[in-house]
Antibody, heavy 119, light 109 residues
């Protein structure tokens, strides 16, 4: 069974940084691409970033490009999201998600970690 | 960028009813790369349907997906109490890029 557990969320001031982690188990981590998806309070789901299984391909939503960095450590079965220059509008629950073999959908999700950007 | 518009925004039904949720894309979704998710407050989202009409592992057969091109539908027959949640459609296109619809809230009438 796929298990994804996010951590690292919290309260940070605008302009600050935070690093999220996602510990994966129940599948061969390095074989699958992974993604981060967020949900702002009262809003819908928004795709944030994506990384291939090897880590060689990374993709970002325009709203976070140049500020967030996705990475992975396949030896530790862990996905990361380094968030810099945080803005109030980055406040959201951040979910890590396992991509299906075609990259087109996400067939496993964590329960999320909450990031609050506020002064 | 393909924009997905879901309707209705809220659907009020009773257990045992059937539900029809719509997802319309601003451009044709290539290879029918359209998925549906169920999301309950405080829980992880759950994949229901991928490639427009294929049920994900463990999803009951009362959930079905249909459509192609720009118009897609999620149908839930015989609503169970646990089916009341928010439902999102999501598409994948080359770039690559993933976008979600704004969601349909299915609530108990």
């Amino acid at each position: 069974e796929v298990q994804l557990v996010e951590s690292g969320g919290g309260l940070v001031q605008p302009g600050g940084s935070l690093r999220l982690s996602c510990a994966a188990s129940g599948f061969t981590f390095g074989t699958y691409a992974m993604s981060w998806v967020r949900q702002a309070p009262g809003k819908g789901l928004e795709w944030v970033s994506f990384i291939s299984g090897s880590g060689s391909g990374t993709y970002y939503a325009d709203s976070v490009k140049g500020r967030f960095i996705i990475s992975r450590d396949n030896s530790k079965n862990t996905l990361y999201l380094q968030m810099n220059s945080l803005r109030v509008e980055d406040t959201a629950a951040y979910y890590c998600a396992k991509a299906g073999s075609s990259w087109a959908y996400f067939d496993g999700w964590g329960q999320g970690t909450l990031v609050t950007v506020s002064s | 960028e393909i924009v997905l518009t879901q309707s209705p925004g809220t659907l009020s039904l009773s257990p045992g009813d059937g539900a029809t949720l719509s997802c319309r894309a601003s451009q044709s979704v290539s290879s029918n790369y359209l998925a549906w998710y169920q999301h309950k407050p405080g829980q992880a989202p759950r994949l229901l349907i991928y490639r427009a009409s294929s049920r994900a592992t463990g999803i009951p057969d009362r959930f079905s997906g249909s459509g192609s091109g720009t118009d897609f539908t999620l149908t839930i027959s015989r609503l169970e109490p646990e089916d009341f949640a928010v439902y999102y459609c999501q598409q994948y296109s080359s770039s690559p890029l993933w976008t979600f619809g704004q969601g349909t809230k299915l609530e108990i009438k």
